[in-house]
C-alpha cells in the first residue's frame, strides 16, 4: 500500500505541475524579434486625409482622437478614450491645477523603462507644448502575451498654475504616429 500511495502522490504532482504550466503565459517575443521603433515626438507627422473624431470638451478645447476612438468611463477626474474595435489603443485628456511648470508635469525620462524615447516644444493653436513619445518594453499583455506599448504624452499651459494634458498608448507604432498628430491637431473654443 505505501508503494501505491507514493505513485498516486507522484502522479498527482506531476498533473498539479502541468496544470500549473498551461496557466502561465507563453513568451510573445521569439529570438530575434525586435520591436518597432518608437515614433519620434518632433517633428509633426505628415497626415493628411484623418478623419478625426471631434470632442468638445468644458475646459474650451475641441479636443482630436484618432479614427474609431469613443469614450469611455474613466472613474477619474480625466476622460479617457478607446479604440471601439479592439479597445486597446487609448487616450486621455486631464488638467493639472499647480506651479511646477511644463518641465514640472512631463513624464520623467527612465532609460530602461523608456526605449526610443524622444521629446520635443511645439506650438499647437497658440499654446506652447511639451510633447513626448517613447515604447515601453511588455507594456500590454493580452492573449497570454506581452508585447511593447508605444506611449505619448502632451501637456501645455491653459493659464497660469492649470495645465491640460493629453496621454496615450498603443501596441502598434503606426496608432501611436496617428495619436502625436491628434496632439497636433486639437483646438482652442478661446479666442
Not at 498608448?169 to 473654443?189: C, E, F, K, N, Y
Amino acid at each position: 500500500m505505501p508503494h501505491f500511495g507514493r505513485r498516486f502522490a507522484r502522479r498527482l504532482s506531476l498533473a498539479a505541475a502541468a496544470g500549473l504550466a498551461a496557466c502561465h503565459p507563453k513568451p510573445s517575443l521569439t529570438l530575434g524579434a525586435a520591436p518597432a521603433p518608437a515614433a519620434r515626438a518632433c517633428p509633426a507627422p505628415n497626415l493628411r486625409r484623418v478623419q478625426w473624431v471631434f470632442v468638445d470638451d468644458s475646459t474650451g478645447f475641441v479636443l482630436a482622437l484618432p479614427p474609431g476612438f469613443q469614450e469611455r468611463g474613466s472613474g477619474g477626474p480625466f476622460r479617457h478614450f478607446e479604440s471601439a474595435a479592439d479597445y486597446r489603443p487609448w487616450m486621455s485628456f486631464g488638467i493639472i491645477r499647480g506651479e511646477l511648470g511644463l518641465s514640472g508635469y512631463r513624464r520623467v525620462y527612465q532609460p530602461a523603462l523608456m526605449p526610443d524615447y524622444s521629446e520635443c516644444s511645439d506650438t499647437v493653436s497658440g499654446y506652447p507644448i511639451s510633447i513626448q513619445a517613447w515604447r515601453t518594453p511588455n507594456g500590454v499583455f493580452r492573449n497570454f502575451r506581452r508585447s511593447d506599448r508605444y506611449d505619448v504624452f502632451a501637456i501645455w499651459e491653459v493659464r497660469p498654475g492649470v495645465y491640460a494634458y493629453l496621454t496615450g498608448g498603443a501596441d502598434h507604432q503606426p496608432t501611436q504616429v496617428l495619436m502625436l498628430a491628434a496632439i497636433r491637431a486639437w483646438r482652442s473654443q478661446n479666442p
